[in-house]
């Protein structure tokens, strides 16, 4: 997978203060089409709760036009390929990658193919049809919808929010909103959701330009978070190395983060070890505790957000990070995207 070269970010007197959406940033993208592809992502709420004993702020990315956080590299990948010319994509997804590209290419009058696993959410594929897409179930694992996406790869461009450069270019504007949310500095931590790891490297981008350009003293602590069920980036970083250490996975009511193989593994170890953060895991049980926490302080998180904050309270139940740090939990999808799940989950129909 290609990345960006790196660029030189941008300070707050270039922000775009007019622009609500990550439009705002656009003097810090590579390439700036003539027409946006947009729906108003980004600008997402920053929300403060105390957490066993401990201040922290939630970051709100399922207030996205199509309900995650993946809005934001959605935007900007859809509108370069807009301008590009290309009409005919396809994405492979466990849910909400797929609704956001589903979304972004009905705005763009692009015609879409999303692959999926047949055990992905019906919320979520429901998304994706209504917006006018082909969806495609997909038998087996999400390595499984991966490795057939491959194939037809070969007839579809390839719109993967996973190997696609300009994606990433979208999820950084997450740390440049943070930065300004915060009254222009960098959070202490950001606890982040991770499969393939778009919102780390995002983070890691966009945290990077701003120290290039001067405007933070140093990065946040990433700190990856991953169920114990499925759990390839942290067994790797935990090795010390760059190479992937594979793991049996099985199935986790976190699915969004069930990617056996994420093809960016080796930037991912990078930016969390750049960072000085670190990875962590949860058990099942541990992201139901969490999910229940949530929405018991009224946010309403799907089971893969619902991880960020089981990793809240074992780092500070280690002493990894303290009550006083600025400390960012992103909350990245919203219970409604799991609706039958989380009925499951919480006991009701």
């Known amino acids: ?56 702020l939630f970051k709100l990315e399922w207030f996205a036009p199509t309900g995650s956080f993946k809005d934001r590299g959605a935007s900007v990948m859809v509108s370069v390929l807009q301008q590009q010319g290309i009409r ?43 917006y006018g897409a082909e969806v495609e179930l997909v038998p087996g694992t999400r390595q499984n919808t991966a490795e057939e996406a491959a194939r037809q790869a070969k007839h579809i461009f390839y719109a993967s929010h996973n190997w696609q450069a300009f994606f990433l270019q979208g999820t950084k504007t997450l740390a440049y909103e943070l930065w300004e949310d915060l009254g222009f500095r960098a959070p202490d931590n950001v606890i ?3 499969g393939a790891g778009s919102n780390v490297l995002g983070c890691d981008i966009g945290f990077g330009e701003l120290l290039r350009h001067r405007e933070i003293e140093r990065l946040p602590k990433i700190f990856a978070v991953q169920p114990e069920n499925c759990a390839p980036i942290h067994a790797s970083f935990a090795a010390g190395g760059d190479q992937l250490v594979p793991v049996e996975a099985v199935p986790t009511i976190a699915e969004g983060t069930s990617i056996t193989h994420p093809v960016r593994l080796k930037p991912v170890l990078e930016a969390i070890r750049r960072s000085n953060g670190a990875t ?70």
Do not use: F
């Not at 396809?90 to 009058?109: C, T, V």
């Not at 780092?315 to 990070?321: D, G, M, N, S, T």
């Open 280 to 349: 962590v895991t949860v058990s099942e049980q541990e992201i139901i505790t969490a999910l229940h926490e949530l929405a018991l302080t009224g946010l309403y998180a799907e089971p893969t957000s619902a991880i960020a904050a089981a990793a809240l309270t074992k780092l500070l139940a280690a002493e990894l990070i303290t009550p006083n740090e600025t400390s960012v939990v992103v909350l990245t999808g919203s219970g409604l995207k799991a609706t039958q799940r989380m009925g499951e989950l919480v006991g009701v129909r």
């Open 88 to 130: 005919r994509i396809l994405e492979d997804s466990s849910g909400n990658g797929g609704a956001a590209i589903a979304g972004y290419a009905a705005a763009a009058g692009i015609r879409a193919k999303i692959l999926v696993p047949a055990s992905t959410q019906p919320a979520k594929t429901i998304q994706m049809r209504a």
């Open 192 to 194: 982040i959701p991770t």
């Open 1 to 56: 997978p290609l990345m960006i070269t790196d660029l030189p970010g941008i300070g707050r007197a270039q922000i775009d203060r007019g622009v609500r959406s990550l439009w705002r940033y656009e003097a810090a993208l590579p390439l700036v089409p003539s027409t946006p592809v947009t729906l108003g992502e980004g600008c997402t709420p920053l929300v403060h709760r105390n957490w066993r004993g401990a201040s922290a």
